[in-house]
């Protein structure tokens, strides 16, 4: 071992060592498991689905039990993972941020149920950012409470409009539907700090950050996180730059630690700093989830799967029922980070995954199931289960590589031990392929099949590409 990973390594063991590493967990199903046998699932899956890196909270009796870090921080440069690194949370903002807004109806200063333009000086479609709002005056319909539960009638974001416009626009009476958005939780950001007169990184500090003790949590970027911090990885494994923001979000600019976030969680289970009223609305199905999908959040199509398990919204977190109670969670998702949290307020327990691996969605049901007995609503949140792949030699690989052609033009190299793709005809840059033979491989950017077929002479004569209906016959032709 170097000595540059000989002192990362050692920087990770103690701070994991600071935190109280039991060698059992009660898990919400009422089985024990030895928090060495949770390591061998998460190194397992980590290796087989090859993901850059991953961190892991565990909650149990509403008291952080384990924390415990995997992988690298920046595989670009070898940097291990550590629980002090900062990881971004993306969507994971959004709950923390409907806790204070708890918190400030607890005080008397919003209600749930008051429309929202009530609190403006002036009508929401004259301010800039929501003129697209004029001529249709459902959004004096909109409450705290449809922000919350994703009711407001908004896409997600106003690029995703589903008319390809780019407008925030209103697509159902508010109150009535499910329909995921970051933009109703924009909205309400700007009418608590018209309320409270403050930004939302100040607000935050002092009803969540300090009270909770997490120290290496904002909405914006502190100088300190500069010290030890994670970068995203794309579905190839690739670093991905930093995005250090300047400006507070609540839909989804919060930076963490696995540690931070997991005394939120614990805190969030026990209702601390929270009346009993609020804490039951929280974690209370405010709205019935049909959807077959969850994104896109718009789309039509739905589904009566999601009545066996209760499948619901409450105000900041998706709900549903469990063989062993009561579930609340939420999911993170960014370009290179995808994050995970799930708990259980009858047992105590609480789970939080953070992953800097675009590929890490694919994992997470089979690793919340190993480590809590339950099964997530994996299929509604698009989580498509990893396919194992298998790892070749270099010399094995070395004959795939050359220029296929057809229908489009391919390119095959091997480059630092994998198999990677590149076809100018599709604009596809350089890709890694992943083996589940010696000369079956796939894609995890795209639905894409490949098959290198032999001649009679065992040399690799063509491949043969299945992408997403589409057939393709390339010739090697070098």
């Not at 009796?61 to 670009?76: E, M, P, Q």
């Not at 449809?146 to 008319?163: A, I, M, Q």
Request: glycine letters at 8%.
């Amino acid at each position: 071992m170097n000595k540059k990973l000989h002192l990362s390594f050692s920087l990770s063991f103690l701070l994991t060592a600071a935190f109280a590493q039991p060698k059992q967990i009660h898990r919400p199903d009422g089985k024990i498991i030895s928090t060495r046998s949770i390591d061998g699932i998460v190194n397992k899956l980590l290796d087989t689905a090859e993901i850059t890196g991953l961190q892991l909270g565990i909650v149990n009796n509403n008291n952080i039990s384990y924390v415990k870090s995997y992988g690298y921080k920046n595989g670009a440069k070898h940097a291990l993972n550590d629980p002090n690194a900062t990881f971004y949370a993306a969507s994971l903002a959004k709950p923390l941020f409907g806790y204070i807004v708890m918190q400030l109806v607890d005080e008397g200063k919003m209600d749930l149920d008051k429309p929202l333009y009530t609190y403006l000086p002036k009508p929401l479609p004259e301010y800039d950012n929501y003129k697209d709002l004029a001529g249709d005056d459902r959004w004096k319909l909109i409450t705290a409470r449809e922000c919350l539960d994703h009711t407001t009638g908004f896409p997600n974001w106003r690029e995703y409009n589903p008319r390809d416009n780019k407008k925030l626009e209103i697509f159902f009476t508010p109150g009535t539907k499910y329909a995921y958005s970051g933009e109703g939780i924009f909205l309400l950001q700007m009418v608590v700090e018209t309320i409270t007169g403050r930004n939302l990184e100040d607000l935050a500090q002092e009803k969540i950050f300090k009270p909770f003790g997490m120290t290496r949590t904002s909405y914006v970027w502190q100088k300190d996180f500069e010290t030890d911090y994670a970068v995203g990885h794309d579905m190839n494994g690739e670093s991905l730059q930093k995005d250090k923001r300047s400006k507070p979000n609540a839909a989804g600019s919060m930076e963490t630690t696995v540690g931070d976030y997991s005394r939120f969680m614990a805190a969030a289970m026990r209702g601390k700093r929270l009346s009993a009223k609020s804490y039951r609305q929280i974690f209370s199905p405010q709205i019935e989830i049909t959807s077959k999908r969850e994104f896109p959040s718009l789309d039509t199509s739905t589904t009566t799967e999601n009545k066996k398990v209760g499948l619901s919204y409450g105000l900041g977190w998706g709900l549903f029922n469990s063989p062993y109670g009561k579930a609340f969670f939420k999911e993170g998702h960014g370009d290179g980070w995808v994050n995970y949290v799930i708990g259980f307020p009858d047992k105590g327990f609480a789970l939080v995954i953070f992953c800097n691996d675009a590929n890490g969605e694919s994992i997470f049901k089979e690793l919340v199931e190993k480590t809590t007995g339950v099964t997530i609503p994996w299929y509604w949140e698009g989580y498509t289960p990893y396919r194992a792949n298998v790892k070749l030699p270099v010399a094995v690989l070395q004959q795939f590589a050359g220029v296929y052609d057809g229908k489009l033009k391919a390119i095959i190299t091997v480059e630092n031990g994998h198999l990677k793709a590149e076809s100018p005809t599709v604009n596809l840059p350089k890709t890694k392929l992943f083996a589940t033979n010696d000369h079956h491989f796939f894609l995890k950017v795209m639905d894409t099949d490949i098959d290198f077929v032999k001649g009679p002479d065992g040399k690799i004569i063509k491949m043969v590409l299945d992408d997403e209906g589409e057939h393709y016959e390339l010739t090697k032709v070098k």
